[in-house]
């Protein structure tokens, strides 16, 4: 497989390699899987010996494209590097096929398709970004939608790869030479190239000689103005694309293709956000998502769409609107009723008084009432119990007493003085350092503060809600504008055992906390990693909070 690895072999201690995908003159592509979560994944890793002194262009190649805000691209979830791998990327297992493939058995979708191919290297041009070696397993359909990956390859033709360009060279123009840079053109070479072989009628007409020139005099400078050139092109050969007249689409040449607009509202503003919403294609999938504010619940989805998934995939055949209704985080009391059970009573929703339930609970307070009176008048002895301190040197006996801390080594404890009653007589002893006295009244005396030692005690908790399982997490250092995602135990609606904290923001993913939870809260002393596009960083948690 590689000289470096092999399947079964385990990468960053977390990415076990698998089976084999593909292979060429710079990267392996292989299956893996995460063992601590157990997801399926795919990694892109550099082969040894290519571009070793340069890594870093790559490594800044790829983390320009994780700040592309838009949906689309494959790009990886992360970007790992050390000594013996200077760089492998992690990318999400999708399942999707070859764009000219995928067109073989859907013909009718052939011209929106082509255009969403287009779009996306429109926007990775806007970004300054080129891709550099368009091929056909470039484009990928995933859910009717074309996603462009296979990233990396042209900046490796641009650092003078001779191996990759002999290749892939009916990729790229005639006239590039290793070493050159990349430039928007070579993008447009190669779309025309999968076009037209796609569609082999194409060849031999003026919008492929002038898609494939070579110089900005005859050529096309903008790759929106190449689609436009197809679709010119396709009519003048008398044989136009399907135009999926049955999903209510003219005969205009300005509106070939049909588009329809999703608008998302959410209910009520205050509550949070839902995104997603704008204009697709006829049966194009994409995700909208609702984002509750601090304070707020996602409770589902109303208008043209039912459920409770905060996150939805959505294909339009018409117009639509989409609510996300929101409700204000009001945990309901549970009071005793009659016959024994609980009744749940929301205050937010306002109601009737419950007779039923204020009679019962009102007599009990007089009999407690009444009990604790007729008791108070009473005078049993009281027993007035001494915890015996260890010894201490004499500098530090006046801090024996009282809740003074004693020095115990590294840590300090407090050491509260307890005085327990009692109302029965008790015989004193010398041993057991039990005394007993006589008192008007019971008296009980004790301090609020338990024995504390600073390795147990937690910052006060700030509960946070995953907005798609329920599960509460406690300070989970989301930002404002962020959603998080829980991936682990749940014990009781509690965050439980060691798992996975993803942050969102607009349905992109931030950054991962991977750590050890316990009832909602990371354990003291434990091992964090907090995981970003650009780095890794490691912590341990100290008073609930990581370092």
Known sequence: MGARFSKGDLLFNEYQIGDLIQQDAVFCWVHGININSGTPIKLQILREGIAANRSAELFDYFYALQRIKRKGFIIPELILQNAKFPLVMVYPLQRGSNLANYLQEHPEQAQALWQQASDLLH????QKIVHGLITEDCFTVVDGQVQLGKFGYGLLLSMGNKALLA????????????????????????YAKVVAAWRPSLVGTGWLKRALATNQVDGYLKIRDVYRGLEE????????????????????????VPKFRL???ADPPSGGKVSGGGVYYPCQSFNIEAAP?????????????????????????????????FKRWQPTVPLASEGGSLDQVDH????????????????????????????????????????????????????ATGNQPIATGPSQVTA??????????????PDNGVKVESAPKTVVEKNESPITTATTSAAPANWEVDARLGVKIANSGAKNGEVISWSGGNVNGYADGNGTLSYFRGGVLQRQ???NWNQGRLVNGSKVVTIYPDRQVTGYVKNGMTE
């Open 263 to 265: 608008v998302v509202k």
């Open 416 to 429: 509260p003085s307890v005085e327990v009653a009692s109302s029965a007589p008790q015989s004193s002893s």
């Open 348 to 399: 937010s929703r306002g109601g009737n008084f419950n007779t039923r339930m204020f009679i019962p609970v009102v007599a009990l307070l007089v009999c407690v009432v009444a009990g604790a009176f007729y008791f108070g008048l009473q005078t049993p002895a009281v027993v007035k119990q001494t915890t015996t301190l260890p010894k201490v040197p004499e500098a530090m006996e006046k801090n």
């Open 513 to 515: 906390m991977k750590g």
């Open 293 to 325: 504010n601090k304070g707020w619940r996602f409770v589902g989805w109303a208008g043209d769409l039912q459920g409770t998934d905060c996150i939805a995939t959505v294909a339009l055949t018409e117009n639509k609107t989409i609510i996300g209704k």
């Open 123 to 126: 926007i990775l041009h806007n």
């Open 233 to 256: 092109a396709i009519a003048e050969l008398g044989n136009a694309l399907p135009q999926g007249d049955k999903q209510g689409s003219t005969s205009s040449r300005t509106n070939l």
């Open 167 to 190: 290749e892939y060279k009916d990729a790229v123009p005639p006239n590039f030479k290793p070493g050159a840079s990349s430039s928007s053109a070579t993008d447009i070479y190669g």
